[in-house]
């Protein structure tokens, strides 16, 4: 049979000689290789101050992006919200007033996002399903707490600061756009504008 | 000396080798927890303090912390008795053991040993022989299937072990002359550590030292993946924390000893050819006995994340038909030894 690694010895039950059953020069050795292993380099990432790098996939916690202009994306459509199967997301529309064009981009926005971080299991489905690029999941990790209600994020945590962005180039790629909008898929032929005829 | 002199240096003195004792034992759990993990490529406790050095004292707060709980079913009188038996074998075995020659202070002689009786071995073994006391009925008393195992094993074992090392220390003995640690210790001066005369009897010594202080791979009693945690299974904060700190004065103990008897204890080679003075000889004595004590303890802890745990059968094997035979012969090529060579 051919043996599965080059490491692997042949067991047997013959008798043990002498020497092996003194178990000394057995132990001295195991004593040595514990000895090595007492120098060698460690193998831990300290983690708040060492972070191991993210593979591009890695789904962490939520983004609401804005605009170049500094406008909220999200326009609080709820297809996220729909497309959870955590069932993490709740949110509550609003109407833009005259005024806050530079605030919101379009003329309805969430004035409550909330996503239960607890709920979630960061699927990324929310991300998919969002149409206007407002939602992204980012490699950062969602902090420890004590008390679960604080594990609810409101837009303040989740909302990108304006001076501070956020970036989500490695999972907004061309391919994820083109997923979005290419009229040969057919979850954007629902929402084509149904023709004349 | 005056009388009022002579309680006032003993007293220090004790008061000394008691909270050395302590603090070696406190920072032994800190130090095995890294041997610990550099031997499985970790980095062990390194954030309380600078390298994690406060860990022993959050350890300690944390056991003064914890709920303490006392069976219903438990006889409390002995449930609280056995930790403190325990505790106090472990802190007076000390006693007898010579840290170093003496101090020279004011005209005055300050001998460095607790008490100088000349039956310091048989003190030794006598008081470690009661320290399984504290395990027996602090197992039995917890009215536990788990902890009266442990308890039971932790008996049969010290009582197998203690006969080798008696044997092994009687060759010792043979070779030396005497009972008192302190002549033993100041016989190896130089080179002629007891090691050299005594090979076998030292290997035997020690593997009977970590069963005496059920170190793996004798941990039986406690045996964590078996039985809980054996004897101690029922118990919780500081009389659980007895219990660990007791083994760690144990070994700390045990490395004394074995240092002592074996490996010339305060004696440094050629120490005297540097033509030091009384003094500087004896603080450098009390450094490199110490220097062999943390060795030994070292060695404790890297035989502990080697050896595997023996099965109990082995164990009753070991010590019974090998290491008991073996003493025997040891004494009795001893003694053919120095009929021969040195009448």
Not at chain 1, 179 to 196: D, E, Q, V, W
Not at chain 2, 96 to 106: C, F, Q, R
Not at chain 2, 271 to 295: P, T, W, Y
Not at chain 2, 320 to 325: D, F, Q
Request: aromatic share 12%; proline share 4%; with cysteine.
């Amino acid at each position: 049979m051919q043996a599965l690694t080059t490491r692997s010895k042949v067991a047997s039950n013959k008798k043990m000689t002498f020497v092996e059953k003194l178990y000394i020069p057995a132990i001295l050795g195991g004593l040595r290789i514990t000895l090595n292993h007492f120098f060698k380099k460690k193998v831990t990432i300290q983690y708040p101050e060492q972070k191991r790098e993210f593979a591009p996939v890695f789904r962490g916690q939520h983004v609401l992006k804005r605009d170049e202009n500094g406008a909220e994306r999200c326009t609080a459509c709820g297809l996220c919200a729909v497309a959870c199967p955590a069932e993490a997301i709740t949110m509550t529309a609003a109407e833009r007033k005259p005024g806050e064009e530079s605030l919101y981009r379009e003329e309805k926005y969430a004035s409550v996002y909330e996503i239960n971080m607890l709920r979630c299991i960061f699927c990324g489905l929310c991300e998919e399903a969002c149409p206007k690029e407002a939602i992204f999941l980012t490699d950062r990790i969602v902090d420890t707490e004590y008390v679960r209600q604080n594990l609810v994020f409101g837009k303040d945590k989740l909302v990108e600061p304006i001076n501070n962005r956020i970036d989500v180039s490695v999972r907004e790629t061309k391919e994820t756009r083109e997923f979005k909008t290419h009229p040969g898929y057919a979850h954007n032929k629902l929402y084509t504008k149904p023709s004349k005829a | 000396m005056g009388i009022s002199l002579f309680i006032l240096y003993k007293v220090i003195l004790v008061v000394a080798v008691f909270a050395i004792s302590l603090v070696i034992a406190m920072y032994s759990t800190y130090a095995e927890r890294k041997v610990a993990a550099f031997m499985q490529d970790r980095l062990g406790p390194n954030r309380a303090g600078p390298f994690g050095i406060l860990q022993p004292l959050a350890d300690g707060v944390k056991m003064f912390m914890k709920e303490e709980i006392i069976p219903q079913v438990s006889n409390k009188f002995l449930f609280i008795l056995g930790p403190s038996i325990a505790m106090f074998t472990s802190c007076i075995t000390g006693a007898v053991i010579p840290w170093g020659t003496s101090l020279h202070i004011a005209g005055h002689d300050f001998t460095l040993q607790v008490t100088d009786i000349n039956i310091g071995i048989l003190y030794v073994m006598a008081i470690t022989s009661i320290g399984v006391y504290g395990i027996m009925i602090g197992g039995w008393a917890s009215n536990n299937k788990y902890s009266l195992l442990g308890a039971l094993r932790a008996s049969s074992q010290m009582i197998s072990y203690e006969v080798a090392m008696g044997l092994a220390i009687i060759a010792l003995v043979m070779t030396t002359g005497t009972l008192s640690l302190r002549d033993i210790a100041a016989q190896q001066t130089g080179w002629h550590w007891n090691l050299f005369y005594q090979p076998l009897g030292f290997i035997i010594f020690l593997i009977c030292a970590f069963a005496e202080t059920n170190r793996t791979p004798f941990d039986l009693p406690e045996s964590d993946s078996e039985l809980i945690g054996g004897y101690h299974t029922e118990y919780s904060s500081m009389k659980l924390g007895f219990y660990l700190f007791a083994e760690y004065i144990n070994m700390f103990i045990s490395s004394a000893i074995i240092s002592t008897l074996y490996f010339g204890g305060y004696n440094m080679p050629f120490i005297g050819r540097l033509g030091l003075s009384h003094n500087l000889e004896a603080i450098l004595g009390i450094v490199f006995l110490f220097a062999k004590i943390f060795f030994f303890i070292f060695f404790f802890m890297w035989v502990r994340w080697t050896v595997p745990r023996f099965r109990f059968d082995q164990l009753m094997n070991l010590g019974w038909k090998i290491l008991i035979p073996l003493s025997i012969f040891n004494v009795a090529i001893t003694g053919f030894i120095i009929l021969m060579f040195h009448r």
